[in-house]
């Protein structure tokens, strides 16, 4: 079974300064990782994905993430962050074999940017 | 718009009911997939079609169904409501290609 841990239910960071959003998987096949986040009365929405080839990758908004299967990691980084930013992220990860394209998701990450 | 569309987006019912909730994914997807937020549980998968059939079942209370239509369109059906069921309730729908889902905004179900 797979799993996502997130590091931190809630992230405060002043405006202009490095986000990092910690998450850390356990899965016994080889995943595909997520970032997704959430604004307030919306849906999620995809900010990246790693399935396959190169471990860092970049997303919308300025977000990139990077791929540490050494240390099972897929943190969330910005290197100035956005007053748009604040948000929840949700970290996840599926199995990549077909037929179980089931997301299971972290408990997620508030996110406040301090102006 | 996301192409994954919700209806509707606010349900007000008294416990005891029974309320149906509406999914069309989006446009070549053929999977798709419902998921309830509340604050206390988090994210919760509850159940996955493909194509027609059910593929997937997560925590879905037996109060609970849900099927997929010929026309790909999903409906999740919630009865006997007590007030614990008052949640986000998210459908997302997807390809077999590898890549992450895409979520509609969500129906908000208050029992009250």
């Known amino acids: 079974a797979q799993s996502v841990t997130q590091l931190g239910s809630h992230v405060s960071v002043s405006e202009g300064a490095l986000v990092l959003l910690r998450c850390n998987y356990s899965?016994?096949?080889?995943?595909?990782l997520f970032w997704y986040v959430q604004y307030p009365n919306q849906g999620l929405q995809l900010l990246l994905k790693y399935t396959t080839g190169a471990t860092l990758v970049k997303g919308i908004n300025g977000f990139e993430a990077e791929f540490k299967k050494s240390e099972t990691s897929f943190h969330l980084t910005k290197p100035s962050a956005h007053m748009s930013d604040a948000a929840e992220y949700f970290c996840?990860?599926?199995?990549?074999?077909?037929?179980?394209?089931?997301?299971?998701f972290g408990t997620g990450t508030r996110l406040t940017i301090i102006p | 718009d996301s192409g994954v569309t919700q209806t509707p987006k606010h349900l007000i019912t008294a416990t005891g009911q029974r309320v149906t909730l509406r999914c069309s994914p989006r446009s070549g997807d053929l999977s798709v997939y419902w998921y309830q937020q509340s604050l206390d549980q988090g994210l919760q998968f509850l159940i996955q079609?493909?194509?027609?059939?059910?593929?997937a079942k997560g925590n879905i209370l037996e109060r609970f169904s849900a099927q997929q239509f010929p026309d790909l369109h999903s409906e999740l059906n919630l009865s006997s409501l007590e007030l614990g069921d008052s949640a986000l309730y998210f459908c997302?729908?997807?390809?077999?290609?590898?890549?992450?889902?895409?979520f509609g905004s969500g129906t908000r179900l208050t029992v009250v």
């Open positions: 996840a990860v599926r199995r990549t074999n077909f037929g179980n394209e089931k997301l299971t």
């Open positions: 997302a729908s997807s390809r077999p290609d590898g890549g992450g889902y895409t």
């Open positions: 079609y493909y194509n027609g059939e059910e593929r």
């Open positions: 899965s016994s096949v080889p995943p595909y």
